[in-house]
């Protein structure tokens, strides 16, 4: 079933057309990758899914329910989180007061409470730092931080975008791993990765966008052993 349908999405920025009528749609259950070198549009079409943008023309539908034109605050509040590129924590505020900022939508305490001792389970590093300043906190932290701020508002399907940009090898390897768990804990996920070896790596099916069109589609592996996608992003 598909929970997220994108039909002829376009947005422009002032002339520019930045998507030129891109469709396609993520299934309950899949991790989605949407790959494409910088400029090709990956993350207008996460900011315009997640109602940060206005498109010019075209649908999103979130289990059938049209949301092109809600706010991002009720879309959050409709079962879709999205950790947006640069991690983009507050600062100034301790890591469980961004965790308790994540959960904003949501009125029952103990749900809550349930939803943050998950969040420590699967970031066991946040816990260890829950009193500590979000601006103190390493890239790889801060980065878990976001994640796990997205997951108090127990979303339905996660919007990650560049989840390991900047980070160490170690730090890489870690993320993706919890995207991975986060997958089979049973949230959907649609990835925007510069990485796209990782990203096809734990992908069901990928996208590729090219200057604002969808040019190729398919399996995740199967795309990963296609030449000029090894040529194009896989640095083969």
Known sequence: MAMLIVKDLKVNYGVIQALKGISFEVNEGEVIALIGANGAGKTTTLQTISGMLTPSSGQILLRDTNITKIPGHKIVSMGMAHVPEGRRVFAQLTVLENLKMGAYTRSNKR?????LERVYESFPRLKERQNQMAGTLSGGEQQM?????????KPSIMLMDEPSMGLSPIYVEEIFSIIQSISKAGTTVLLVEQNAKKALAIADRAYVLETGNIVLSGDAKTLMNDDSIKKAYLGE
């Open 145 to 153: 931080l976001a994640m796990g701020r997205a997951l108090m508002s």
């Open 111 to 115: 749900e809550v409470a349930d939803t």
